[in-house]
């Protein structure tokens, strides 16, 4: 089985992107986050590009919570500027970020590829 998320780095935007797609849980996404931190930890300001817009999430209200207080409290992680892009305004993933936002991470969300890569070179 492979996982339904792919990670890549660009030198020239110095920015990771991790893209989610089909139906991805909060494991899948542990795991991303988890493979993240091991290849990318050196980088002194880690910029993430997450897009979730062909992700159909499968995760619960508690289990959203749950992966905002991984990344939150994660030495590497907490650091992070993170932009997400999402297909909609209302995706259900939404509610992790919002957490993640209220714990004073420094992550927004987008509906703009562009917008998100502007925002996350400032």
Same mark, same amino acid.
């Given at each position: ?7 890549? #780095? $660009?030198? /020239? $935007?110095?920015?990771? !992107? ?15 986050? !988890?493979?993240?931190?091991? !290849? ?5 300001? *880690? ?6 817009? #062909?992700?159909? /999430? ?28 999402? $297909? /909609? !305004?209302? /995706?259900? $993933?939404?509610?992790? *970020? @919002? ?5 004073? @991470? ?15 070179n400032r």
């Amino acid at each position: 089985m492979s996982p339904n998320f792919k990670i890549r #780095y $660009s030198r /020239s $935007s110095r920015i990771v !992107r991790i893209h989610l797609m089909g139906r991805i849980g909060l494991d899948e996404r542990l795991l991303a986050a !988890r493979q993240l931190v091991v !290849r990318f930890r050196h980088l002194a300001h *880690l910029r993430l590009l997450v897009d979730a817009r #062909y992700a159909h /999430s499968m995760m619960t209200t508690e289990e959203q919570e749950r992966l905002a207080d991984f990344v939150c409290a994660h030495p590497v992680l907490c650091r992070a500027r993170i932009a997400v892009l999402f $297909s /909609s !305004r209302f /995706s259900p $993933s939404l509610g992790a *970020l @919002q957490n993640m936002v209220q714990r004073g @991470q420094d992550a927004r969300g987008f509906l703009v590829e562009g917008e998100a890569l502007e925002w996350l070179n400032r």
